[in-house]
């Protein structure tokens, strides 16, 4: 295809986005968000997906089959813990008025300048190349597109640098990042035009691969099934569909850690996850559309792979490229730059977000910082600093994208686009110990992260980064091979001896065991200072304290209101500090909130760390003296830690005293039973043994009592012992079973003989009260598992009750059945009287220890209250249940299950 033709596409597809992005700034202004969707918001996310998902997957899956895929598995993992993790970030950085991830790690560790430059200059080392990569895929993609380099093998570098497209479209997004990413001075604001563009190209690329791919599929071959078909021929390609390839080097959960941490610590990721975030609620919604997303756009990987391993034999065109070239070789060229807009839109939406993600850390954490620490003649004379700040950033975005335009000049051709991409991956995972440390542990300490973070990132740096020197010439490749100096304990791939393991997952083990090691370790032993535990505390309860609103009775102190005004309105502007401060008096005098409210405002133009060097540096002629303000800071800090400490300690409290009162309410009802205990066991116990000394008493003072009366008064004497020995046993077996003493004989046994025997054993007690008892068990009744003596005592226990209850005359019905439906089989035993029932307030308490229906000292029937409490604890043991239906006048109905035996089951004793 016609060059022109592809520059005149090119330009009218980045003019659309010029459009967009204006439209949406425009809405904006008007008060009508466009981005204030959780649709728009999803989508931005998917800017992780650039050039590298457009281009390298299918490269990737030329080789590796589906290895590919831990890319991506990688974030949708992370989307599976958003509840947990990314929900406490958002919550965090719109609390704090973070502005990028260096400024996040900073603010959490005390607001450490250290911190955040490291973490800072780290990210530009570490993604130098990924954008190198999207600059290498759209010069590579365009040459094959023009017929300049059709097999795409010459890394996109066949044209100097004035006749370079890659180089033009590092400029085009240098303008756009300007325009859109730098109008306002407050970071922590949205970049709602920046937003809507990133969120269209991620429409764009999803329907460029998709429409490449059903082309491919359909167009090309007449299917999947005759695509696969055609490939099983081959026997270099039909080894993709196996899982060999994909786990031949091991690298897959190295891949897939790296992508999970990545997709959380990139500073895009970050801008467009947690600074772009408009409201918390969206969140949920994109934890399943942004995995949606990458599945779509993966769904055409291999079938691609494919089908360009079939057409280009032997590789004579570059896998990364097949994207592009399929279309062409099919003749169908628009499609082509359909395809090739597509994979513009993957890279241009990264350099657009990196580029304005890393001017900002850049502004924010390398050179505000020395700007105001340094104090310079000039600068003090400025006395509105918002202009300077939005040319650091300007200037910082021209030289990022220079410079990964540079490392693609220079080292481009060395790597394939997912190698450059994994060593930037591997760069950011380093910020991933302290991130999620931060919010978690309470105890990690600036010292610690600052410890583990440098040692992190220098050995990725010689592990992975200068072997990618080495690799473009740079460095000898002695290096790789001998290790420096010769020393072989020291090769890069090899570190102290460890072979064997391929280059991303070696780097990978020996850079996190030294940075999470020492994070943890200087942490264990460090001892912060105050303000550094109150930030930690504000990171980790995020959820549990809320920020408390400025309040007029809270201005005291000495620094004045016209004070931190005036230094508001030299870092963000006049209009700004009047908003903030119009409405109070300039002469009142401002404590430490006040000082706090200032310092978040200044944290959303230049990030937490620079703003507290601000505030002192700034007024250092005025009235509040450096130390003044500095002391007004940690006076901030005091507060926060104590009153969080108050807070914890007055729950703390709150829940023992409601525990106490809990407690004492118990002890109070344990008290009551005990004294109900006590009055019915001295009743129970005195009526007997009354009963025996009165008859024992008439038969010693009258031994010519008459025999015939004799044997009446000795029946009655031997009746009464029975009735006290029943009292005595029943506490007894309460005492043993709540003691665990009992001996259990669980075993397969006959219920309907245990039912029978109780019904005998109860049969006089019934004839005495003239009550009828019908018993009914069915003759099939299969063995049950329980203990045969405890099912009787249960049993017994339930007839004596419904005898206690029954009126003369009454019946009783005793029923054994199984209950359908239940899991396993089980059986289940019923006592039905006609005596006044149970009210449903006290059907659940009957069952406890003590209790009975009716007065203590009137009605109260005969017995401990025992009975039914014993019979439960059996039941429950025996793995069945008891309980009792009832409506008062009607009569009640006792039943209790136990689970049918196994078929085949041994008999045996359980203790």
Not at 571 to 585: I, M, S
Request: proline residues 5%; negative net charge; contains cysteine.
């Amino acid at each position: 295809m016609p060059w022109p033709t592809i520059v005149a596409a090119s330009l009218a597809y980045l003019f659309v986005l010029f459009a967009i992005a204006w439209w949406a700034d425009a809405r904006a202004d008007a008060r009508r968000s466009v981005i204030a969707s959780p649709y728009v918001y999803a989508l931005s996310l998917a800017v992780y997906c650039t050039t590298w998902t457009f281009y390298g997957s299918v490269g990737r899956a030329a080789s590796l089959g589906i290895g590919f895929l831990p890319i991506y598995l990688g974030p949708t993992l992370l989307m599976l813990l958003g509840p947990l993790v990314l929900r406490k970030i958002l919550r965090i950085a719109k609390a704090q008025r973070i502005t990028s991830i260096a400024d996040f790690l900073a603010s959490r560790y005390g607001k450490s300048q250290g911190l955040g430059g490291l973490v800072a200059l780290t990210a530009v080392i570490g993604i130098t190349p990924y954008i190198a990569l999207q600059l290498k895929a759209v010069a590579v993609s365009f040459d094959v597109l023009s017929g300049a380099d059709p097999s795409g093998l010459t890394g996109g570098l066949s044209l100097p640098v004035v006749l370079d497209n890659a180089f033009y479209v590092a400029v085009v997004m240098a303008a756009f990042a300007i325009v859109f990413g730098t109008r306002h001075i407050d970071a922590a604001e949205h970049h709602e035009g920046m937003v809507a563009a990133i969120a269209f190209e991620s429409v764009v690329k999803l329907v460029a691969f998709l429409a490449v791919g059903a082309f491919v599929v359909w167009g090309m071959y007449g299917g999947t099934a005759d695509l696969f078909a055609r490939a099983e021929a081959h026997s270099e390609i039909r080894h993709l569909f196996t899982s060999a390839p994909a786990l031949g080097d091991g690298s897959w959960p190295t891949i897939m850690l790296l992508a999970t941490a990545a997709v959380l610590c990139l500073p895009r990721q970050f801008q467009v996850m947690v600074i772009e975030n408009v409201d918390e609620r969206h969140l949920t919604r994109a934890l399943w559309l942004f995995p949606l997303y990458m599945l779509l756009i993966n769904l055409f990987v291999l079938p691609v792979a494919v089908a360009g391993l079939m057409q280009f034999p032997n590789r004579a065109v570059d896998p990364d490229v097949f994207v592009v070239a399929l279309p062409l070789a099919a003749g169908d060229g628009w499609l082509a730059l359909l395809a090739f807009i597509g994979g513009l839109s993957a890279a241009t939406g990264m350099i657009i977000v990196e580029a304005i993600a890393l001017s900002t850390m850049v502004c924010n954490d390398l050179v505000m910082p020395l700007l105001l620490r340094s104090r310079s003649a000039r600068l003090e004379k400025l006395h509105d600093l918002s202009p300077l700040l939005l040319t650091i950033r300007r200037v910082a975005i021209v030289a990022i994208l220079l410079l990964g335009y540079v490392y693609f000049r220079l080292a481009g051709s060395a790597y394939a686009l997912v190698a450059i991409g994994l060593i930037s991956f591997a760069a950011v995972a380093q910020f991933a110990p302290v991130l999620i440390g931060g919010i978690y542990w309470i105890g990690g300490t600036r010292r610690g992260a600052l410890a583990g973070l440098s040692a992190g990132i220098l050995t990725w740096a010689y592990t992975l980064l200068l072997p990618s020197f080495a690799r473009s010439g740079w460095l000898p490749e002695t290096f790789i091979e001998d290790g420096p100096w010769g020393v072989e304990l020291l090769r890069p791939y090899a570190l102290f001896g460890l072979d064997g393991l391929d280059p991303l997952t070696h780097s990978l083990f020996w850079s996190m065991l030294l940075n999470i090691g020492l994070y943890v370790a200087v942490s264990l032993l460090d001892r912060p200072g105050l303000g550094e535990r109150a930030q930690a505390t504000a990171f980790v309860e995020v959820f549990q304290h809320a920020e408390a609103p400025l309040t007029a009775g809270q201005w005291r102190g000495d620094a004045t209101v016209g004070d931190l005004a005036r230094i508001v309105a030299r870092f963000l502007g006049p209009q700004r500090a009047e908003q903030a401060f119009g409405e109070l008096d300039p002469q009142r005098k401002a404590g430490a909130e006040l000082v706090r409210f200032a310092e978040r405002l200044l944290a959303g133009a230049i990030g937490a760390a620079s703003a507290r060097v601000a505030l002192a540096s700034a007024v250092k002629d005025g009235e509040v003296s450096y130390p003044e303000l500095m002391r007004m800071l940690d006076e901030t800090s005091h507060v926060i830690e104590y009153s969080r400490q108050l807070e914890h300690k007055t729950a703390e409290l709150e829940r023992a005293s409601a525990a106490l009162r809990a407690a004492n309410e118990r002890l109070k009802e344990l008290d009551r039973l005990k004294d109900e205990f006590l009055s019915t066991v001295t009743h129970e116990l005195r009526t007997p043994l009354t009963s025996i000394r009165a008859l024992t008493e008439i038969l010693f003072d009258d031994p010519e009592i008459e025999l015939e009366q004799r044997q009446e008064f000795l029946g009655l004497v031997i009746k009464e012992s029975e009735r006290l020995t029943r009292l005595i046993n029943q506490v007894l077996d309460m005492a043993k079973i709540e003691a665990g003493e009992i001996d259990w004989q669980v075993q397969p046994m006959d219920l309907g003989a245990a039912v029978e025997q109780a019904a005998a054993a109860t049969a006089q007690l019934f004839h005495e009260r003239g009550i009828a008892l019908d018993v009914a068990i069915p003759p099939d009744l299969p063995p049950v598992r329980g203990d045969y003596d405890r099912l009787v005592q249960v049993a017994v226990n339930l007839l004596s009750n419904a005898a206690k209850f029954t009126p003369a005359g009454g019946r009783v019905a005793l029923t054994v059945g199984l209950v359908a439906g239940t899991s396993g089989g089980e059986a289940r035993v019923s006592v039905t009287d006609n005596g006044p029932g149970i009210a449903p307030e006290h059907q659940a308490i009957v069952f406890e220890r003590f209790r009975q229906v009716g007065d203590t000292m009137t009605d109260k029937p005969q017995g401990t209250g025992l009975g039914l409490a014993i019979s439960k604890r059996i039941v429950e043991h025996l793995g069945g249940r008891i309980w009792v239906e009832s409506e008062p006048g009607t009569g009640a109905t006792f039943s209790f299950t136990v689970p049918v035996a196994a078929v085949g089951a041994e008999a045996g004793a359980v203790s």
